[in-house]
């Protein structure tokens, strides 16, 4: 009986909205920095973890010195793995952003280039950790992404 029970409610739970985006209002407004505060995924469906992207562009792996031009590689590379699986950034529902040697003028590039990824959709849940170093010399930033993919 017991198994009966828990295999109706798992449907049951199943059946709901796949992605929620929220930002209580007894918070501060996260939007301006490019974030929500919390995301979930609920349904069957697919979650997609994408692994650090770089701002290194292509398959050589090429760096530029410039922290905006890395962020904007950065995005597309993420842009790329999500073309992989048919998804758009807003699917994703939680990043982490290394960021070498932060400063407010660097979340100042970050917050104005994901806003042109992300456009007028729900940012996602995000954490952004200063670092000292990244895996490769002359790395300034990397993310990590996971992506959510609804069945049809």
């Known amino acids: 009986m017991k198994h009966v029970l828990f295999t109706l409610f798992s449907l049951f739970a199943f059946t709901t909205k796949a992605q929620t985006f929220k930002n209580p209002e007894s918070l501060f407004d996260p939007t301006p ?72 003028e660097k979340l100042k590039i970050w917050n104005e280039e994901i806003r042109k990824v992300w456009k007028n959709k729900p940012f996602p849940a995000s954490t952004l950790i200063p670092v000292s170093k990244l895996a490769i010399d002359g790395m300034l930033i990397e993310v990590d992404a996971t992506a959510f993919k609804a069945s049809k």
């Open 33 to 104: 920095y490019g974030f929500s505060h919390a995301s979930s995924v609920s349904g069957p469906g697919e979650l997609v973890y994408i692994s650090g992207q770089s701002g290194a562009l292509g398959k050589e792996h090429t760096l530029s010195n410039s922290f905006r031009e890395q962020t904007k590689v950065v995005l597309q590379n993420i842009v790329t793995v999500l073309d992989t699986y048919n998804l758009k950034p807003e699917n994703i529902m939680k990043i982490t952003i290394l960021i070498v040697d932060h400063s407010p």
